[in-house]
C-alpha cells in the first residue's frame, strides 16, 4: 500500500460483482482519534472516495424501489443515505436515550425489508428500506436507563420472516419473536462479535477465544473445534460453507466439526477481520488487503490510487 494513501480499512459490502462499497479512516484521523470516516467505493476497477463527518460502523447498499441506496451509518447514529437524487442525512434516535459518542451503534445491517442498527445498553433500532424513519424495537432487552449493568449487542442477523438474534458481551444472546426479546441460554460467557442466520433452523455465532456455536437459536451447541483461540470478528455462508475471519491475517472453514485454514496468498501475509458475500463472490477486507474469491480463486484488488474521484457520483 502507497504510504501516501494512508488508509485503514473497516468493514466492506459487495453490491455486485464489480461494485464494491467500503469505509474506512485516515492514519491521521485514526491517531488523532478524529470522528470523520472516508467511504470507499470500487467500481470495476475505477476507484471513488467520498469523506463523512462520523467514524462509521458499517456501510452497506439495498434497493428498496429497484434503484441502488449506499447507507453510511455512524457510531453516534449519524447516517448518510445516498441514492439517485442525492444525499441525505437521517438521525437514528436524536432524544437523550439515543446513541452517541459515548453510547455505540456497533453494527447495522439491510435484513428483509429492513435495516436493523445494534449497540450498546442493547439498543435496537429498525428502518423500513422505503421510510427514513428509524423506530426502537428493544423493549425488553435494553438496558434500563442508570443502570449500572455494562452490556452490548455486536451484532445481528435474521431469518427474512421477522426474527432477529442478537449477539453481544459476556456471552450475551437475544431472540426476537413476535415483536419482542427473550434472552436465550447461552453455552458460553464470552463475547460474541458475529451472527449468521442461514436457515430458518440453523444459526451460527463466533467470537473471543475461538467460540463457534451452531444450531437452533433455542439449542445452540458449541463446535468444539482445536484450531484456533483467536477472535472471529466475522462470517459469512459462501457456497455452502460458513467462513469466519480473524485479525491476525487468517481465514477458516467450517468443516464437519472442525475448521480448517483458507489459503488466500501464496506470495505474502495478508490482513483480515471482514467478510462479505454477494453476487457469486466473497470479500474478505483487511487494514490493508482486499481480496475476492469467486470460489475457484482469490484475487488480490490494489488500494486507490491518488488519481482516485474526490469525490465520487453515487
Given amino acids: 500500500m502507497d504510504s501516501r494513501i494512508p488508509f485503514l480499512l473497516g468493514k466492506g ?24 470516516s472516508v467511504v470507499v467505493r470500487w467500481d470495476n476497477g475505477e476507484w471513488g472516495l467520498w469523506q ?45 436515550t439515543g446513541p452517541d459518542r459515548l453510547k455505540h451503534i456497533t453494527f447495522a445491517k439491510p435484513i428483509g425489508n429492513h ?38 449487542f455486536k451484532s445481528i442477523d435474521g431469518d ?21 426479546w427473550r434472552r436465550l441460554t447461552s453455552p458460553t460467557n464470552a463475547k460474541l462479535e458475529c451472527v449468521r442466520w442461514v436457515s430458518e433452523s440453523r444459526a451460527y455465532i463466533a467470537g473471543g477465544g475461538g467460540i463457534l456455536l451452531r444450531g437452533q437459536p433455542d439449542a445452540l451447541e458449541i463446535v468444539e473445534q482445536s484450531s484456533t483461540k483467536q477472535t472471529f470478528w466475522s462470517m459469512e455462508w459462501y457456497d455452502d460453507h460458513l467462513y469466519l475471519a480473524t ?45 475476492v474469491f469467486d470460489g475457484h480463486a482469490w484475487r488480490s484488488i490494489d488500494q486507490p490510487p491518488l488519481g482516485a474521484d474526490w469525490p465520487f457520483e453515487w
Avoid at 462520523?54 to 451509518?73: A, D, K, N, Y
Avoid at 427474512?160 to 419482542?180: C, K, M, Q, T
Fill in 13 to 36: 459490502w459487495v453490491h455486485s460483482r464489480d461494485l464494491i462499497y467500503l469505509y474506512g479512516a485516515t492514519r491521521e484521523a485514526n491517531s488523532n482519534d478524529e470522528y470523520e
Fill in 160 to 180: 427474512g420472516l421477522g426474527r432477529y438474534i442478537a449477539v453481544g458481551f459476556y456471552g450475551d444472546l437475544w431472540l426476537y419473536d413476535e415483536r419482542r
Fill in 247 to 291: 485479525r491476525d491475517g487468517s481465514l477458516w472453514r467450517l468443516h464437519d466439526d472442525d475448521i480448517v485454514p483458507v489459503q488466500l496468498s501464496s506470495e505474502r501475509a495478508v490482513t483480515t477481520g471482514w467478510l462479505h458475500a454477494n453476487d457469486g463472490v466473497l470479500l474478505s477486507v483487511g487494514e490493508h488487503d482486499l481480496l
Fill in 115 to 152: 435495516v436493523l442498527a445494534v449497540g450498546m445498553s442493547r439498543m435496537v433500532y429498525s428502518r423500513a428500506m422505503e421510510s427514513s424513519e428509524w423506530l426502537r424495537i428493544d423493549d425488553g432487552a435494553r438496558v434500563a436507563s442508570g443502570s449500572a449493568e455494562i452490556a452490548g
Fill in 52 to 96: 463523512v463527518a462520523t467514524r462509521l460502523c458499517s456501510v452497506f447498499t439495498g434497493e428498496p424501489h429497484g434503484e441502488r441506496v449506499v447507507f453510511c451509518v455512524g457510531i453516534d447514529g449519524y447516517v448518510e443515505v445516498s441514492d439517485e437524487h442525492g444525499v441525505h442525512v437521517e438521525t437514528i434516535d436524536p432524544s437523550p
